[in-house]
């Protein structure tokens, strides 16, 4: 039985390169090895929290990262946060901000900061922009109203907020100072080599339904203004990546993007910009449950993301996708989720960290059945050029194959969450004739060392029976 279900593992990890299909790219350390990003969102209570900082301990960082072996955050700022008044920043929030990130790269975690915002921002009902740079400045939280919260994004003077923001010729301080907050945020973090990159702007939105569903929005002005800001944040930062994301509208359904090819604008012409869309299929949010016809919204949504992400030549995160434990078969989803990602060497960061709700804790901070189907087994860092890998819930079986590249000089880390295997794990590899391996103390990460260049290594992880 044993040797069967490896035997088929085999044949269906080899099948998927079997094609010569081109390998998608990858993103990189910065000792040039493969990195898989998996992670949770950090966090939405820190939307409306007095100081705009999460739930999270230092303790819970820690158990995030051995634990249940993440090795990244989606971590949310706010420029309302960041520049109250117009022109003055806060400098005691972004000092609490980095005391934070601190607490997960100081243990090698990856850090995504995410300039975030709901419904525009904080002075027509949501989060994100100041209560200065909305058409209303009174500050309510229009979002505890009985309705979806992004039902919101119909109201008038959101509408108009967005709208606003976005035409850049009539308001132009609106956008500079958004770019301004962005190096002053980039400025604040460049000696620290762990914070991977910045999420410019959470789910976009033009405002106007009508420019956003014909294409108009992304087109024309959600892309000058992601080259405005991007041209601002390589001016103070050159080795970052940045993460783009699509108008979050229909997109986040299932629907095409049209944002057209982003370029970065890096001194030296590379290219360091990751796709970061996020995935919330309708039933999610709105009644029912995971069915024959989501999986086929899914295969959709990942066809018309893969595609985007060529356009603009970028690896892939899916920095936000999550649901509630109570709708039938969550579990199913999540994997084919995870499916589909691996075979894109896609990393994801889950929505959210938050305690309770979708949360893979719950309240009391025990854990609930999101929990196990996040915990995995993955490449967090590859030696080499991954050509794939799969990992399965029910058996807890992970299978990797990468070809050996000795010009690297760091090891093939493996992450082993710790509570995965309370009774031990076997492994094997397969394809060298000699190895190293150690056992990270910290994160119980498996660290293969390797000096055959060009030789296709595989590793088998399973339970010890
Ligand atoms: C949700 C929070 C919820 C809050 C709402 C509005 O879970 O408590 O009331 O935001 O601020 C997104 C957003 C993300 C949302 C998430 C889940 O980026 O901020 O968090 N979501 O609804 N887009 C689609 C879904």
Redesign the pocket.
Known sequence: METKRIIISILICMSMTAFGQKLPPTIKDAFGRTVILHGL?TA??A??SKDNQPWITENDVAKENTEFGFNTVRY?IFWGAIEPKKGEYDENYLAEVKKRVEWYTDRGMYVILDI????YGYGVG??GAPAWACTQTKIQNL??DKR???M?NLEPKVIKSYVTFFKYDKRKDLQQHYILAWKKVAEMFQDNPYVIGYDLM??PHGGNLANTLCGKFEKKQLSAFYRRLIRGVRSVDSTRYIFIEPR?FGV?FGMKSYLPRIKDAMPDGENKLIYAP?L?LIF??VGGNYNKKYQRKLEQWFSHRIKEAKLHKAPMLI??F?LSPGKKDFDKYLQDIFTRANQQKASWTY??S?PG??GPLKGDKSPSPILHELVSVYPKATAGQLKNFTYDSKTQTFLMTYICDTTIAAPTEIAIPKSLYPNGYVRSVAGLSGWNEETDATTGALKIYADEHGQEVTVFIRPKE
């Not at 975030?116 to 419904?119: A, E």
């Open positions: 969102n939405g209570g939307k409306h949310l975030h915002q709901d419904v949501g989060n979002i505890s979806a919260w992004w919101q959470n789910e979050s986040n996020h919330y999610v949010d920095g936000e999550g929505w959210s938050d709700g979708w």
